[in-house]
């Protein structure tokens, strides 16, 4: 055995040629955003820099970029982390049924929730409007991740808290919570990120911040200095969440030591306060799915601008699919050496190649379009407005939630199977697709659920890359939508919603079923 733990060894201290090689490409890619936002920056000079960073419109931007941000985590915070004990804690009649359905505003994507509030009434198109609408679309995001760690941690510390005499609410800080910390500080540091990127719902809600002014500053004025000065405020704001999201990761939980050791859960009843339970749930369920939903089927029976579309929804569902699967499996491949680099060989390039993609992840679709664009032109023409620059603008937006998402399955295997391989004769590449691959398979699965229903969401980057002739029902969405034409809208937002529930199945389901297995 020895010899075996001597090769792990090396092999964590030497990584492979071609995991190297394989590393540097979306490396590369994340790398362009950065060089064009510099370089467009430094155009405008130290006066231009000056008059952009300081002028009132900027302090504007900035103070409603925090608002948004500040306003939509806490919140989504909140209600992630009530609905995660409820359905895994309480006695809530129908757990089992809200466990799933409290998961399902995910296939609602953020802009026909905007879409949908918005058409109703237009005292929706407001920052409160903003943050009760984003947050009912958000908070899944914090559910997820708090229900599969409560799935995991050991009740025994609860029970040990009532045995001392505290109260329910006392025994949820100071025995649960701290547990739950790590997977509540990553789903609202997502939430976070998230906001500093939405463009669409805020367009259509008339919020201003510094997404829309730099998607204004390109589409409105072709100001793309202004549009990389904007960027880079916006960068500095994503850099804490960044460090913090990549700290939170290294935070180890507190969980079960054994499944033999760990005490059985026991359901705390809700008693009095269950119909009041129960009515908010049905409240959530109502305002983050029914009036959505409700007003899509709504403008698909009534309106004035219905059918004028109806031409274009096959060619709109093609797009989606093809493209949101061929970017969730490009996006897919570019993150496994990204995740094993981190895993198996720990260094500064190691630490690098992993924290780079997060720097930029809460950069809007616009500017990486913009940096694709610029340096395509100027670098490999040929590229320009082809489908393979527009699946690069999704490796790089997407990037950190692939790693996310198979970082788990990658830790689990052990880096010991890959010297027996090598040791019988298979080279490294042979040895990661014969022995590795097959078992971090799940990570990938929840990988691709995942950058599949992002990148069909996705509006931006596809505005202003998608080939001559290509449309996705996102796009088609916003087209109508911007226009007012509600009804003409409702069939591609309905599809989108109809599409997006099977990757968000999917990956619920694995997301739950990795809290059983912790």
């Not at 947050?135 to 009532?162: C, K």
């Not at 859960?265 to 119909?275: F, N, S």
């Given at each position: 055995?020895?010899?075996?733990?001597?090769?792990?060894?090396?092999?964590?201290?030497?990584?492979?040629?071609?995991?190297?090689?394989?590393?540097?490409?979306?490396?590369?890619?994340?790398?362009?955003?950065?060089?064009?936002?510099?370089?467009?920056?430094?155009?405008?000079?130290?006066?231009?820099?000056?008059?952009?960073?300081?002028?009132?419109?900027?302090?504007?931007?900035?103070?409603?970029?925090?608002?948004?941000?500040?306003?939509?985590?806490?919140?989504?915070?909140?209600?992630?982390?009530?609905?995660?004990?409820?359905?895994?804690?309480?006695?809530?009649?129908?757990?089992?049924?809200?466990?799933?359905?409290?998961?399902?505003?995910?296939?609602?994507?953020?802009?026909?929730?905007?879409?949908?509030?918005?058409?109703?009434?237009?005292?929706?198109?407001?920052?409160?409007?903003?943050?009760?609408?984003?947050?009912?679309?958000?908070?899944?995001?914090?559910?997820?991740?708090?229900?599969?760690?409560?799935?995991?941690?050991?009740?025994?510390?609860?029970?040990?808290?009532?045995?001392?005499?505290?109260?329910?609410?006392?025994?949820?800080?100071?025995?649960?919570?701290?547990?739950?910390?790590?997977?509540?500080?990553?789903?609202?540091?997502?939430?976070?990120?998230?906001?500093?990127?939405?463009?669409?719902?805020?367009?259509?809600?008339?919020?201003?911040?510094?997404?829309?002014?730099?998607?204004?500053?390109?589409?409105?004025?072709?100001?793309?200095?202004?549009?990389?000065?904007?960027?880079?405020?916006?960068?500095?704001?994503?850099?804490?969440?960044?460090?913090?999201?990549?700290?939170?990761?290294?935070?180890?939980?507190?969980?079960?030591?054994?499944?033999?050791?760990?005490?059985?859960?026991?359901?705390?009843?809700?008693?009095?306060?269950?119909?009041?339970?129960?009515?908010?749930?049905?409240?959530?369920?109502?305002?983050?799915?029914?009036?959505?939903?409700?007003?899509?089927?709504?403008?698909?029976?009534?309106?004035?601008?219905?059918?004028?579309?109806?031409?274009?929804?096959?060619?709109?569902?093609?797009?989606?699919?093809?493209?949101?699967?061929?970017?969730?499996?490009?996006?897919?491949?570019?993150?496994?050496?990204?995740?094993?680099?981190?895993?198996?060989?720990?260094?500064?390039?190691?630490?690098?190649?992993?924290?780079?993609?997060?720097?930029?992840?809460?950069?809007?679709?616009v500017v990486v379009a913009l940096a694709l664009v610029f340096l395509s032109i100027r670098l490999v023409p040929a590229i320009y407005q082809s489908s393979l620059l527009l699946l690069c603008a999704y490796a790089i937006l997407f990037l950190p939630l692939a790693q996310s998402s198979l970082r788990a399955s990658v830790e689990l295997v052990s880096p010991q199977i890959e010297p027996i391989a090598r040791s019988l004769g298979r080279r490294p590449l042979q040895a990661f697709i014969s022995?590795?691959?097959?078992?971090?398979?799940?990570?990938?699965?929840?990988?691709?659920?995942?950058?599949?229903?992002?990148?069909?969401?996705?509006?931006?980057?596809?505005?202003?890359?998608?080939?001559?002739?290509?449309?996705?029902?996102?796009?088609?969405?916003?087209?109508?939508?911007?226009?007012?034409?509600?009804?003409?809208?409702?069939?591609?937002?309905?599809?989108?919603?109809?599409?997006?529930?099977?990757?968000?199945?999917?990956?619920?389901?694995?997301?739950?079923?990795?809290?059983?297995?912790?």
């Amino acid at each position: 055995m020895n010899w075996i733990k001597a090769s792990a060894r090396h092999a964590r201290a030497t990584p492979s040629p071609w995991i190297i090689a394989a590393t540097l490409v979306p490396v590369a890619l994340v790398m362009m955003p950065l060089i064009y936002v510099t370089l467009r920056a430094a155009q405008a000079g130290l006066g231009g820099i000056g008059e952009e960073l300081f002028r009132g419109r900027t302090y504007t931007l900035l103070a409603n970029t925090l608002i948004l941000a500040t306003g939509v985590t806490v919140a989504a915070s909140l209600i992630g982390v009530a609905v995660a004990w409820c359905v895994e804690r309480s006695d809530l009649s129908g757990r089992h049924l809200w466990r799933v359905a409290a998961s399902l505003p995910l296939a609602v994507p953020a802009f026909v929730s905007s879409y949908a509030w918005s058409s109703i009434d237009i005292s929706f198109q407001s920052m409160p409007g903003a943050i009760l609408i984003l947050s009912l679309s958000s908070y899944p995001l914090v559910y997820l991740p708090v229900a599969a760690a409560l799935r995991s941690t050991d009740p025994g510390f609860e029970d040990v808290s009532r045995s001392l005499g505290n109260g329910p609410w006392r025994t949820f800080f100071r025995a649960l919570l701290p547990q739950l910390l790590p997977a509540l500080g990553s789903g609202a540091l997502l939430v976070l990120t998230h906001m500093f990127a939405e463009f669409g719902a805020l367009a259509l809600l008339r919020v201003q911040t510094f997404t829309t002014a730099i998607f204004q500053s390109y589409e409105l004025q072709f100001d793309s200095a202004s549009a990389a000065l904007q960027s880079l405020v916006l960068m500095a704001l994503c850099l804490p969440a960044a460090y913090a999201e990549m700290r939170m990761r290294g935070v180890k939980r507190v969980t079960r030591v054994g499944r033999g050791s760990a005490r059985r859960v026991t359901t705390v009843p809700l008693r009095r306060a269950a119909p009041v339970v129960l009515v908010f749930f049905i409240l959530l369920g109502v305002l983050g799915l029914g009036v959505p939903l409700g007003t899509l089927a709504y403008w698909l029976l009534h309106g004035s601008s219905g059918g004028l579309g109806y031409s274009e929804i096959l060619p709109a569902l093609m797009d989606t699919v093809v493209y949101g699967l061929s970017g969730a499996v490009l996006t897919s491949i570019l993150a496994i050496p990204l995740v094993l680099l981190a895993v198996r060989h720990r260094g500064r390039l190691s630490a690098f190649a992993e924290r780079l993609p997060y720097i930029v992840h809460g950069l809007p679709g616009v500017v990486v379009a913009l940096a694709l664009v610029f340096l395509s032109i100027r670098l490999v023409p040929a590229i320009y407005q082809s489908s393979l620059l527009l699946l690069c603008a999704y490796a790089i937006l997407f990037l950190p939630l692939a790693q996310s998402s198979l970082r788990a399955s990658v830790e689990l295997v052990s880096p010991q199977i890959e010297p027996i391989a090598r040791s019988l004769g298979r080279r490294p590449l042979q040895a990661f697709i014969s022995v590795v691959l097959p078992n971090i398979a799940p990570g990938i699965g929840a990988a691709l659920a995942l950058m599949m229903l992002e990148i069909m969401r996705e509006l931006t980057a596809t505005l202003m890359l998608a080939p001559t002739g290509v449309s996705t029902l996102a796009t088609q969405v916003w087209s109508y939508t911007y226009d007012a034409e509600y009804a003409a809208a409702a069939p591609f937002a309905a599809l989108l919603v109809l599409i997006s529930i099977i990757p968000v199945w999917f990956f619920t389901r694995r997301m739950l079923h990795y809290g059983e297995t912790l």
